[in-house]
């Protein structure tokens, strides 16, 4: 038994490379995402969270998309970096709870495989320790238009100090659905079709991994959208909210949606969602793309050095 893991934890499995190392492709190919990804990322929440003016009125969808490109425009530097050190520190924050606890149960019920199973009960055990951070990434750049600046750390973890950070927590149960949608499709669903498109049109045409990969973001994304993003104007709402001012609770958010589909209709409830269809593409494939890496480098390292599966010997 080792200090932290048990030591089969670092064995070879019959993927050719242990979960210890799984799971570091996760996190390496996280990384890589998150880094890319900043820019769409930030601008998309501003789309959303510009669907009320400074005074609580339901604006036009083009007018909040015309308020997050002027933000941009007046500060491209600062607006496609906000968010982006919190997100990274959310890697380890983040994505070990959810990844190790999403590749410990694929484990435990099979041989590493993702499954729903495994999707199910990632989304709801991490969704205590994602939420802190995505609060913390999206207050970050809340108040752009009004400062023009994005908001120390510091100063967001003093505020939700003086409420014995409680308001780290707004949108959690949002969260827990978005979290589930995201792992069924975009962890369970697209290495599963990516795979499938290798297999029967790799054998066809001279298409690669990376367009594999390309193909089937593409083909998982869209669905991934129309399930998340209502989910995603609703942790917006409610985690752009000031810290130090009254919480909106979920159903709070949803009238606000609600309200926003009877002015605009289904764009009112779909702020976001081209904008959303680009960055799940650009985000899977910068994910997968950056995992397969990972996990390739690490299975050539391993054969290179003789460490190889070994069958358990059956008693």
Same mark, same amino acid.
């Given at each position: 038994m080792g200090l932290l893991f048990a030591d089969d934890y670092f064995v070879i499995k019959k993927g050719g490379i242990s979960q210890f190392q799984t799971m570091t492709a996760y996190l390496g190919g996280s990384a890589f995402q998150?880094?890319?990804d900043n820019p769409v990322t930030a601008y998309r929440q501003l789309v959303q969270q510009y669907a009320k003016?400074? %005074?609580?009125? =339901?604006?036009?969808p083009k007018? *909040?998309?015309?308020?997050?490109?002027?933000?941009?425009?007046?500060?491209? +530097?600062?607006?496609?970096?906000?968010? =982006?050190?919190?997100r990274? +520190?959310?890697?380890?924050?983040?994505?070990?709870?959810?990844?190790?606890i999403l590749l410990g149960i694929s484990f435990i019920v099979g041989d590493g495989e993702v499954g729903m =199973?495994?999707?199910?009960g990632a989304s709801i055990l991490s969704a205590p320790f994602i939420n802190p951070i995505r609060m913390i990434e999206k207050q970050q750049r809340a108040f752009f238009k009004?400062?023009? %600046?994005?908001?120390?750390?510091?100063? +967001?973890?003093?505020? *939700?100090?003086?409420? %014995?950070?409680?308001?780290?927590?707004?949108?959690?149960?949002?969260?827990?659905?978005?979290s589930l949608a995201s792992a069924t499709l975009g962890l369970v669903g697209q290495?599963?079709?990516?795979?499938?498109?290798?297999?029967?049109?790799?054998a066809k045409t001279s298409i690669g991994s990376f367009g594999s990969n390309l193909i089937a973001s593409a083909a998982v994304s869209p669905i991934y959208i129309f399930v998340t993003n209502p989910l995603s104007r609703l942790e917006v709402i409610m985690q752009t909210n000031s810290i130090s001012g009254k919480s909106i609770g979920t159903m709070e958010a949803v009238?606000? =949606?609600?309200?926003?589909?009877?002015?605009?209709?289904?764009?009112?409830?779909?702020?976001?969602?081209?904008?959303? +269809?680009?960055?799940?593409?650009?985000?899977?494939?910068?994910?997968?793309?950056?995992?397969?890496?990972?996990?390739g480098a690490f299975k050539g390292y391993n054969e290179n050095n003789g460490y190889v599966y070994v069958e358990p010997v059956k008693a």
């Open positions: 998150t880094v890319m003016d400074l %005074n609580g009125k =339901v604006v036009d007018i *909040a998309s015309e308020e997050a490109k002027a933000v941009f425009r007046a500060a491209p +530097i600062g607006a496609s970096l906000s968010g =982006v050190m919190p990274l +520190i959310g890697v380890g924050f983040k994505r070990v709870p959810k990844f190790g =199973v495994a999707a199910t009004q400062t023009g %600046n994005t908001k120390p750390i510091m100063d +967001i973890l003093k505020e *939700a100090a003086a409420k %014995n950070f409680t308001p780290l927590f707004r949108g959690t149960l949002p969260l827990m659905g978005h290495p599963r079709l990516q795979k499938w498109i290798q297999k029967e049109v790799g009238k606000e =949606v609600v309200t926003d589909s009877k002015a605009f209709g289904l764009r009112g409830v779909f702020r976001g969602q081209g904008i959303g +269809i680009a960055k799940a593409i650009l985000s899977l494939t910068l994910f997968h793309e950056g995992r397969i890496w990972c996990m």
